[in-house]
């Protein structure tokens, strides 16, 4: 299976002023398998050491000597280290929180070692632990498999090639096929075990199986590694995206959760949910100009979950109405299109915002800034009104608005609307 951020790694590797590698991201995103892949077919030799099921490394961090530490990993993985020759990797290193803290040691005496670490639920620990590297320390952030990573697994090589090359209005001859790999991309996400069975088997009972698998992975981490006074807050807010976002306003509102519930009482649950990587938060801005960071509300924002087949696992979404009749599409006021808008965002690291003014009902689905600031507004069908986003064009003309919709390719004067299958693509490498 291939994955784009490998490039990342590969980059990483080749840097002149590299750093230990922190590899980052939820659960089951693929995160051990692309880093034995990278160590397999990048190095001479691959160093592998996973914390939780070795307990000497319990016991190895007495002091921060580096080669110490490197006769240590030679000998638990039984593989000889040589600088700039060998990967060595230490997973699940939210187990040995001193492991992380000798990445410090690894950047300041020893930077000939290219080493990577991992974990489940790490973001968890960086955010409550101590002696975090600061500074010392290179990050990749994994995510789920994108449209494009899910068709190549498809085998549908040709066809990105095709929507590389940028010949925008040349690939609405090719829409009926992209659209029925976008249908199964809904039901399947991009969760790396889900991908691969549905290539292997085609089973799409299966599919749900390991959604709901996953899922109730999850639940089992809440139970674990939330605090008791939090645990019944973070079920409570997991429980409750998906009624949040079916909603026309997808704004997370708290009373919704609960009644009279507030901020304050929710705050800790849903950075717990962050921290583990299982939630994107989407936060307002007032004013849609640059830079937006400086228009932010703290305290309006939508929540999304990790993965698009997750989302319909969670709502027991049917098969038939994905690759069939298409309810997914246009039912539950679009939620399945943002969450998947959101996710070709995410996976090239943008910071993304929505927009929504106040006494009006006129709200932006996403605002983007790259060298200019894209409104976005998202279209589950080929409906092309787009009320929200010539409002806001006619107060500034500097606006590049977009539309992501199941329609084709088509510049317009003031608009772009985009095909919901390019939209990653155009994001990256088009007109923005």
């Known amino acids: 299976m291939e994955r784009t951020a490998y ?5 990483w590797k080749n840097k002149k002023n590299r750093k230990p590698l922190i590899v980052n ?3 089951q995103v693929g995160k051990t398998w692309l880093l034995k892949e990278f160590g397999s077919k990048e190095f001479e030799s691959f160093a592998y050491i996973n914390c939780d099921d070795t307990p000497e490394m319990k016991n190895a961090f007495s002091d921060f000597d580096t080669e110490r530490l490197i006769r240590i990993f030679s000998s638990l993985s039984g593989v000889e280290i040589s600088p700039e020759k060998t990967l060595i990797v230490l997973d699940e290193i939210q187990e040995v929180p001193l492991a992380l803290t000798s990445l410090k040691y690894f950047c300041e005496n020893a930077n000939e070692y290219h080493i990577a670490v991992a974990g489940s639920l790490l973001g968890i620990g960086l955010h409550e632990g101590t002696g975090f590297p600061v500074g010392k320390v290179d990050e990749i952030k994994l995510y789920p498999l994108s449209f494009e990573e899910f068709c190549n697994a498809l085998g549908k090589r040709q066809l990105i090639e095709q929507v590389k090359k940028h010949r925008w209005n040349e690939l609405s001859t090719l829409s009926h ?3 029925e790999l976008l249908r199964q991309y809904y039901y399947v996400g991009g969760m790396p075990a889900v991908v691969k069975d549905y290539c292997e088997n085609q089973n799409l009972t299966a599919v749900r199986q390991i959604q709901n698998q996953i899922l109730a992975d999850y639940k089992r981490d809440f ?3 939330v605090p008791k006074e939090t645990l019944p807050k973070v079920n409570i807010v997991w429980e409750a995206i998906p009624s949040q976002l079916a909603k026309e306003n997808k704004k997370f509102i708290y009373s919704a959760i609960k009644k009279g519930a507030r901020a304050k009482e929710f705050e800790n649950a849903i950075q717990w949910l962050l921290d583990a990587g299982l939630v994107y938060k989407v936060p307002r801005v007032a004013k849609i100009e640059k830079p937006l960071k400086f228009y932010e509300d703290f305290d309006s924002f939508k929540l999304f979950v990790v993965d698009l087949g997750l989302l319909g696992a969670m709502v027991e979404v049917l098969p038939k109405d994905v690759l069939v009749n298409a309810k997914a599409f246009t039912e539950y006021k679009g ?4 969450q998947y808008v959101l996710q070709e965002l995410m996976t090239l690291g943008q910071n993304v915002y929505y927009y929504s003014k106040e006494n009006s009902t006129l709200e932006i689905d996403f605002i983007i800034q790259k060298d200019e600031v894209y409104p976005i507004e998202v279209k589950a069908e080929e409906n092309l009104r787009s009320k929200s986003l010539k409002a806001v064009y006619e107060n500034n003309h500097a606006l590049k608005p ?7 390719y088509r510049e317009q004067d003031w608009l772009t609307n985009v095909p919901l299958y390019l939209a990653r693509e155009w994001i990256k490498e088009g007109s923005l």
Request: aromatic content about 16%; proline content about 0%.
């Open 25 to 27: 991201g939820a659960r």
């Open 335 to 338: 939620c399945f299109t943002e």
């Open 223 to 225: 139970s674990k590694h």
């Open 402 to 408: 977009c539309r992501f919709s199941m329609s084709d």
């Open 177 to 179: 096929t992209f659209i």
């Open 7 to 11: 490039k990342e790694f590969v980059n």
